[in-house]
């Protein structure tokens, strides 16, 4: 049976304070509004004005967090995807779900980092959708979204593989800190059903799309060095303890 250590997930708290934000914002306006006319506000020009000034306010505050809430609302979904996914991996895998990663100046957060017998191999999900374009060296990718009014929107991305050759780099000066030399290799998983990939990657990127084939890809995936049962403990321990979690 899998081992699963979840850390804590930052978003999820942003997420649902979001929401609560956005509640109050969409309420705001309403209530203003009626006491704007119940009070016969608009008789008196000055706070009339102020009253509008509030409702505007309230109303553009709500669509900049609505956008913030779309966006970290889509992330948190796709680790829930991905977390579904590897649920259903047979084996004695140590799965850290959420896992803050930190030696000397580099940070970051893991999504999902694997330990079992075939190596050590860190997921990284993104829930993207549309068009995705871009090159292992670029800086930034492109995300293409085509609606069916006929509008077009193009927004760029941090390379996600760029991303995860630090995230990797870091774990591999933690592991090799305390005496552990081990490959790390780390998996891209596009947890979008609506995503097409247009990218050019080299031959030791590892892409997935949906989970079925993020699926087959853990199930045969394999480093070349086998890790005896003592040892992968050992690599977790030392996580666990370089992390907190």
Same mark, same amino acid.
């Given at each position: 049976?899998?081992?699963?250590?979840?850390?804590?997930n930052a978003?999820?708290?942003?997420?649902?304070t979001? =929401?609560?934000?956005q509640?109050v914002?969409?309420?705001?306006?309403?209530?203003l509004?009626?006491?704007f006319v %119940?009070k016969?506000m608009y +008789?008196?020009p000055?706070?009339?004005t102020?009253?509008i000034?509030?409702i =505007? &306010?309230?109303?553009?505050?709500?669509? =900049?967090?609505?956008r913030? *809430?779309?966006?970290?609302?889509? /992330?948190?979904?796709?680790?829930?995807?991905? =977390?579904r996914?590897?649920?259903?991996?047979?084996?004695?895998?140590?799965?850290?779900?959420? &896992?803050?990663v930190? *030696?000397?100046r580099?940070?970051?957060?893991?999504?999902?980092l694997i330990?079992?017998?075939?190596g050590?191999?860190?997921?990284?999900?993104?829930?993207?959708s549309?068009?995705?374009?871009?090159?292992w060296?670029?800086?930034? %990718?492109t995300?293409?979204k085509h *609606?069916?009014?006929?509008?077009v929107t193009?927004?760029?991305?941090d390379n996600?593989?760029? +991303?995860m #050759?630090? +995230?990797?780099?870091?774990?591999?000066?933690?592991l090799?800190?305390?005496?552990e030399?081990?490959?790390?290799?780390?998996?891209? *998983?596009?947890?979008?059903?609506?995503?097409?990939?247009?990218?050019s990657?080299?031959?030791s990127?590892y892409?997935?799309?949906?989970?079925?084939?993020?699926l087959?890809?853990?199930?045969?995936?394999d480093? /070349?060095?086998?890790?005896?049962?003592?040892r992968?403990e050992?690599?977790?321990q030392?996580? #666990?303890?370089?992390?907190g979690?």
């Amino acid at each position: 049976m899998n081992k699963i250590i979840r850390g804590r997930n930052a978003n999820n708290k942003k997420v649902k304070t979001l =929401f609560i934000a956005q509640v109050v914002l969409g309420v705001m306006p309403v209530l203003l509004l009626i006491l704007f006319v %119940w009070k016969k506000m608009y +008789q008196t020009p000055i706070v009339g004005t102020v009253f509008i000034i509030l409702i =505007f &306010l309230c109303n553009l505050a709500y669509a =900049f967090l609505a956008r913030w *809430y779309a966006v970290l609302h889509s /992330g948190v979904k796709g680790e829930r995807r991905l =977390f579904r996914t590897v649920k259903k991996l047979h084996g004695t895998n140590i799965v850290f779900h959420n &896992l803050p990663v930190r *030696y000397k100046r580099g940070r970051s957060e893991l999504d999902m980092l694997i330990v079992c017998h075939a190596g050590v191999l860190i997921i990284e999900v993104k829930n993207h959708s549309g068009t995705i374009s871009g090159s292992w060296r670029d800086d930034k %990718w492109t995300q293409r979204k085509h *609606y069916r009014d006929g509008k077009v929107t193009e927004t760029m991305m941090d390379n996600p593989i760029k +991303q995860m #050759r630090r +995230q990797r780099d870091i774990v591999k000066s933690i592991l090799t800190a305390a005496g552990e030399n081990v490959w790390i290799d780390s998996v891209l *998983y596009f947890s979008s059903p609506n995503a097409k990939l247009k990218i050019s990657l080299r031959e030791s990127d590892y892409v997935c799309c949906e989970s079925a084939e993020l699926l087959e890809f853990l199930k045969s995936y394999d480093s /070349g060095e086998t890790l005896s049962k003592s040892r992968m403990e050992h690599i977790a321990q030392i996580l #666990r303890e370089s992390s907190g979690v």
